[in-house]
């Protein structure tokens, strides 16, 4: 989920080319079966740690549904080439923990497998799981993964900064672009050369489909085709980029802001580096602990032209790999860790360690709509900071609205695309030139996909 401060991305040279994976069609692989007895032997998973309360507490769950079963997790992020390198040897992981806009990749090459037999076995109940989610992990009709968190957005203020500029949470608003970018020079910082103060960062390249959906592109269609050169987006982009260009230019505010530590004492919203950017929902929860310190936080939402909250859907998903051997420890897994009796689990664990903390509780997003909200009903009901309380709010308030990107058979290579135009773009590549190199190359890789190429 720590991922809006750094790019991580598939790459599309490893996708096509590993032996005995590439070129692959979904239809050939069979689908992840189980043998209908207990779950037993060896689960071995990769691209999931699990260290904190939240994913401990979802592990016990299982261990202790499931004692015949003996659980392996490696620790770290999900590593293309790792798993790739592991399928082409013929010993894959029995599980995989991915990000969902990779599955329409991985499915369509035949990495991984289709889930039906696995969910009517389980007796998975899909619909427990929110709409956005679910298209993420489906393509061509059948579902290949079974999704968890739910990462969504919404603008983060230093109130202290924005309130000594004489300003008010209200100016922090995207539906009005040139009253943004007033906005933000208002607040922008610099001495000399030496940039000193952001004053409101659209979080490029990473949230390059957020603004391009809030002014009305879809960069994705329907049918998995690549659409990056929507004039809509390419006029987000050069709107977005001029944010930074106002501010000292790409390579003083790239500098800038990759000297912030996110997750220390001197975060750029407790240092007064940053007035306000989009973030994402697990770092309300990572700024609660900085109150003592002085952080004052504000949140607005982040909406499209007309005022409508706006927010792009992300998360990870479980997937089985084509060539798992227990596919049926697999499957039980992934229910058990993605239902609400787990979930509710896992918020107990949260809260206390909250009690622990003497501090207080920011929300679990999930995928699972009936868990999101049997915990907040439970334990959302005292949120003593006013500023927090907005934040979540906020964030709680996307959730049946935020949307995700159209699942596709190149999606890896779709993602791969737009964030190189967009650091091209950055560099000084006209926004309209860099977005037509990257659809010609989206739109070369989804031919492939689709066998036509």
């Known amino acids: 989920m720590r991922s809006a401060f750094m790019v991580i991305a598939a790459s599309a040279t490893l996708l096509a080319g590993c032996a005995g994976v590439g070129g692959a069609s979904s239809d050939s692989g069979g689908n992840a079966g189980t043998s209908g007895s207990a779950p037993s032997g060896t689960l071995k998973i990769m691209g999931f740690g699990g260290e904190d309360e939240v994913g401990q507490a979802r592990i016990a769950a299982f261990k202790q549904a499931y004692?015949?079963?003996?659980?392996?997790?490696?620790?770290?992020?999900?590593?293309?080439?790792?798993?790739?390198?592991?399928?082409?040897?013929?010993?894959?992981?029995?599980?995989?923990?991915?990000?969902?806009?990779?599955?329409?990749?991985?499915?369509?090459?035949?990495?991984?497998?289709?889930?039906?037999?696995?969910?009517?076995?389980?007796?998975?109940?899909?619909?427990?799981?929110?709409?956005?989610?679910?298209?993420?992990?489906?393509?061509?009709?059948?579902?290949?993964?079974?999704?968890?968190?739910?990462?969504?957005?919404?603008?983060?203020?230093?109130?202290?900064?924005?309130?000594?500029?004489?300003?008010?949470?209200?100016?922090?608003?995207?539906?009005?672009?040139?009253?943004?970018?007033?906005?933000?020079?208002?607040?922008?910082?610099?001495?000399?050369?030496?940039?000193?103060?952001?004053?409101?960062?659209?979080?490029?390249?990473?949230?390059?489909?957020?603004?391009?959906?809030?002014?009305?592109?879809?960069?994705?269609?329907?049918?998995?085709?690549?659409?990056?050169?929507?004039?809509?987006?390419?006029?987000?982009?050069?709107?977005?980029?001029?944010?930074?260009?106002?501010?000292?230019?790409?390579?003083?505010?790239?500098?800038?802001?990759?000297?912030?530590?996110?997750?220390?004492?001197?975060?750029?919203?407790?240092?007064?580096?940053?007035?306000?950017?989009?973030?994402?929902?697990?770092?309300?929860?990572?700024?609660?602990?900085?109150?003592?310190?002085?952080?004052?936080?504000?949140?607005?939402?982040?909406?499209?032209?007309?005022?409508?909250?706006?927010?792009m859907v992300g998360g990870s998903a479980w997937a089985i790999p084509k060539g798992s051997k227990n596919p049926t420890a697999a499957c039980a897994w992934a229910k058990t860790l993605t239902d609400k009796a787990t979930w509710m689990k896992a918020a107990d664990a949260r809260i206390a360690k909250v009690k622990k903390d003497n501090s207080f509780f920011t929300g679990l997003f999930t995928a699972n709509k009936p868990a999101d909200e049997a915990i907040k009903a439970k334990y959302l009901t005292n949120v003593p900071d006013a500023g927090f309380k907005r934040a979540i709010d906020n964030l709680y308030a996307t959730l049946d609205t935020a949307t995700a990107l159209n699942t596709s058979p190149a999606g890896a290579e779709i993602d791969a695309a737009w964030r190189s135009a967009v650091t091209r773009a950055l560099g000084g590549q006209p926004a309209q030139q860099a977005l037509d190199q990257a659809q010609k190359e989206a739109e070369a890789a989804f031919t492939k996909a689709n066998g036509n190429g």
């Open 67 to 311: 004692p015949g079963v003996q659980v392996s997790n490696a620790k770290g992020d999900f590593d293309a080439q790792q798993f790739l390198t592991a399928l082409a040897s013929g010993n894959p992981p029995d599980l995989v923990y991915m990000d969902r806009n990779q599955i329409g990749t991985y499915a369509k090459k035949g990495a991984i497998v289709p889930l039906e037999d696995c969910i009517s076995q389980q007796k998975i109940d899909t619909s427990q799981y929110r709409d956005a989610a679910m298209r993420s992990v489906t393509l061509g009709g059948k579902v290949y993964g079974i999704p968890e968190f739910y990462v969504v957005t919404t603008n983060l203020i230093d109130a202290k900064s924005l309130k000594a500029a004489g300003l008010s949470p209200s100016d922090i608003q995207t539906k009005d672009w040139q009253a943004l970018k007033a906005t933000s020079d208002k607040l922008f910082k610099k001495n000399g050369n030496k940039l000193e103060r952001i004053g409101f960062d659209p979080k490029l390249p990473e949230y390059f489909p957020l603004w391009a959906t809030a002014n009305g592109a879809t960069i994705i269609k329907e049918d998995g085709a690549p659409n990056l050169n929507d004039p809509k987006a390419v006029e987000a982009l050069d709107f977005a980029i001029s944010l930074i260009n106002d501010q000292g230019g790409w390579t003083s505010f790239k500098s800038f802001r990759d000297s912030f530590d996110i997750f220390g004492e001197k975060n750029p919203l407790s240092a007064g580096s940053v007035v306000a950017f989009p973030m994402e929902n697990w770092y309300v929860n990572v700024l609660r602990d900085f109150i003592p310190k002085g952080l004052q936080l504000d949140s607005t939402p982040f909406t499209d032209h007309d005022g409508k909250p706006v927010s």
